[in-house]
């Protein structure tokens, strides 16, 4: 009896146990663990900061209000001249370079950052004679200069449109900034000392206004990814990019008082990177 019952006793042993017992009886949870869901997070390192230096024309507005005849004091002064030194045209741009650096507090399909921005601009003239006339030799000397300066500091709110990049990789990121401005400004003499009105008082001040910046970023990790994401895991730098933006400011104490008006609409072009 047992001989003839053996092959079956074998057969049953080496029968394997269900799915069911198996998963009855396992310590372990075989089930894959569920997908959390919520706002998409960007790959990479934590990303909390940007900086920028950008160039662009500048031409501030100091004659807006001016309504007499012929040019504007500031254009009389630094506007196109001929060979005389008489004023002739209005002044050409100069170039402004900008420093720019942002903290970048949260992340909602792109990020939102509080951006301060700073800015320089210088023009300089050969300074006219007191009382020349047009019909001298030249009405500017050519050993004294005159100067403006100003210093444009911008806050800002900032919103980076960059989850297509993120997440698809779309190599275009528009942005948008907003915020007050205030501008520090002097004008200095062909002696180098601070220029001074009729009525004796200094040629330095400041004014308040607004500003808003709109533009485009190039990722430059769509060249070469695999060499991005290693420049991140070694650096902590997220993003480089080349950048173009269209700026508007109105500096002119918001039309209140009679305050220099410095602002101006240009563009900006610029390298910057996200760590």
Known sequence: MITAFA???????????SEAAIRRDATVDLEPPPKKKGLYKPPGSPQRWEIEIKFGPYVPD??????GVGFGPYATIFG??????????????????????????????????????????RAKANAPYE???????????????????????????????????????IPIVPYAKF??????????????????????????????????????????DAIEPRLARSVDKATGINHTYLFGEYQLSQINNFEVGDAMSLGDGTWFAGLAIEF
């Open 7 to 17: 092959p079956y006793v074998l057969v049953l042993a080496s029968t394997p146990p």
């Open 62 to 67: 100091v004659d807006r209000n001016y309504s």
């Open 80 to 121: 196109e001249t001929n060979d005389n030194g008489v004023t002739i045209d209005e002044p050409k741009w100069r170039v402004m370079p900008v420093l720019a650096a942002e903290w970048q507090f949260a992340y909602v399909a792109g990020r939102f950052g509080l951006g301060l921005q700073v800015g320089f601009f």
């Open 131 to 169: 009382d020349a006339a047009p019909t001298d030799e030249s009405v500017r000397s050519s050993a004294d200069e005159v100067r403006f300066g100003m210093v444009p500091l911008a806050l800002q709110l900032v919103y980076r449109f960059e989850m297509p990049a993120d997440r698809w990789g």
């Open 179 to 220: 915020g007050p401005v205030y501008a520090f400004w002097w004008s200095r003499d062909g002696s180098g000392s601070l220029s001074r009105n009729s009525e004796g008082e200094p040629g330095h001040g400041g004014t308040w206004g607004w500003q808003v910046n709109a533009g485009g970023m190039l990722r430059l």
